[in-house]
């Protein structure tokens, strides 16, 4: 299966596929689950840049409508936003040329409301409607909040 290319298996239907570092096999992003052992293999993700509109990234637009055609959700317009991703990069007083994204300004306070906006509705666009999720901290208050909304 080493051999196949993107278009080969998603004929165009998947934004991305996943292939393995190690054994090199190219799975579709909504089979991944069922196709490698994560605690085993290494999947990176690889765009058909060619196929995006990178004019997109220039137009003032809300972050979801700008990256849609780089998420693995099918239905952007479905996605619930509460103000993620609206973070304000602040200027160093001390350093030329540093900025710092402040990114408690997100609504749970977490960096980790960029995930969660993205990955609770492809949770649900899968089929998935339990999530456990192993963490003390942001992981755990972003989780929380945003699978309340879904």
Not at 14 to 40: G, M, Q, W
């Amino acid at each position: 299966m080493a051999n196949l290319t993107r278009d080969d298996l998603t004929n165009g239907r998947e934004k991305f596929s996943l292939r393995c570092v190690i054994c090199d096999k190219i799975t579709e992003a909504s089979h991944a689950a069922n196709s490698h052992r994560p605690e085993y293999d290494y999947l990176v993700a690889e765009y058909d840049y060619s196929s995006i509109d990178l004019g997109v990234f220039l137009k003032k637009t809300p972050w979801q409508k700008r990256y849609g055609q780089l998420l693995p959700i099918n239905n952007i317009d479905a996605m619930k936003f509460i103000g993620e991703c609206n973070t304000p990069l602040i200027e160093s007083k001390k350093y030329k040329n540093c900025y710092f994204k402040d990114e408690t300004r997100n609504p749970s306070g977490c960096f980790k409301d960029r995930e969660n906006a993205v990955l609770m509705p492809y949770l649900i666009e899968n089929g998935i409607s339990k999530l456990c999720v192993a963490s003390s901290g942001n992981a755990a208050l972003s989780a929380s909040l945003y699978g309340r909304l879904y």
